[in-house]
């Protein structure tokens, strides 16, 4: 992320929408509005469910996730007039250090990554600590879909249906103490299986980790997903469990989180502690402020190539202002970049 520049060769023509996919996406999100309305929406039938992710490789996934995806409530947040991005590109073209740091090596290296077993860390300032066994630790949510805008600090985005539930709900049940003013989350880190982690390239001090402030895991739009596509979550993805955090820069985002710490104080994170001038500890998606090397006032939209670059303007925090502008009204975005 820090060293290369996205390609223009990174991504191929033939690697369009998929026609029916698109008309259909179309079709289904066309009247739906941007935020949250839940209750509001009809869950899909299942035929409609087969049709809607047709480009979608079959997945394994853990009992856990296999029953509670019937109870699932589909398109809780929807992106209007926005195709959602090829399944193909969301999972051949990542960012995950772990497993190299090329575009295709997570999805080339990540089949090492052992998910199950799989337990989360809650530590920290909070009542209700302890070290849970991924199934226990999903049981109180249920789960939700969340189409959202990915925006990356090297200038790309996507648009991603992801599967998750807010954080709020896990705040809810661990019970935050007085002195809980951010929140840090942790990678795994197991070089046995994470070859990044082995490499020479030295410049991350594992595990990765990255932080929010309390009041911003406090908004609705934060999740932790555990699927996209209507399946789980593949591992170069960040299985089984990562933040997604729509408004901010991509970096955000953590995969295969095994720690959940509340703090007292703003977390070392991995990106800010490598270039800080660069990468700060907030990373809101903002077109005004470019990072060093380039401008972030605009986006390639993937799948992009040569001939059709497919450029878009970047909005203030990528779309969701309305969501979450109020939080930083006493901040100076410049600084607090
Ligand atoms: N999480 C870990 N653990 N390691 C990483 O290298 N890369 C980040 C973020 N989460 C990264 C990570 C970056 S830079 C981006 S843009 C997103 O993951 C990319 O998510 P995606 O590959 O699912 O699109």
Redesign the pocket.
Known sequence: ?LIKLPKASDCHESDVTPESLYFSRRSLLGGALVGIAASSLPRWASADDAARYADVEAGRAPNWFAEKLPGTRWQVVTVKDEAITPFKD?TH??????FGTDKGD?AANAGSLKTEPWSVVIDGEVAKPGRYALEDFMKPYELEERTYR?R???AWS?V?PWIGFPISALLKQVEPTSKAKYIRFE?LQDPKSMPGQRSSFGLIDW??V?GLRLDEAMNPLAILAVGMYGRELPN???APL?LVVPWK????????IVRISLVSEQPKT??QSIAAEEYGFYANVNPTVDHPRWTQARERRLPSGLFSPNVRETQMFNGYSDEVASLYSNLDLRKNY
């Open positions: 992320m969301a073209y990542n960012n995950f250090y772990e997570p990915l990356c600090v090297e996507m991603i990678t595990p990765y990255e170069q993805n960040g990562r820069y991509g970096f955000k985002s953590v995969k295969s991995t990106w």
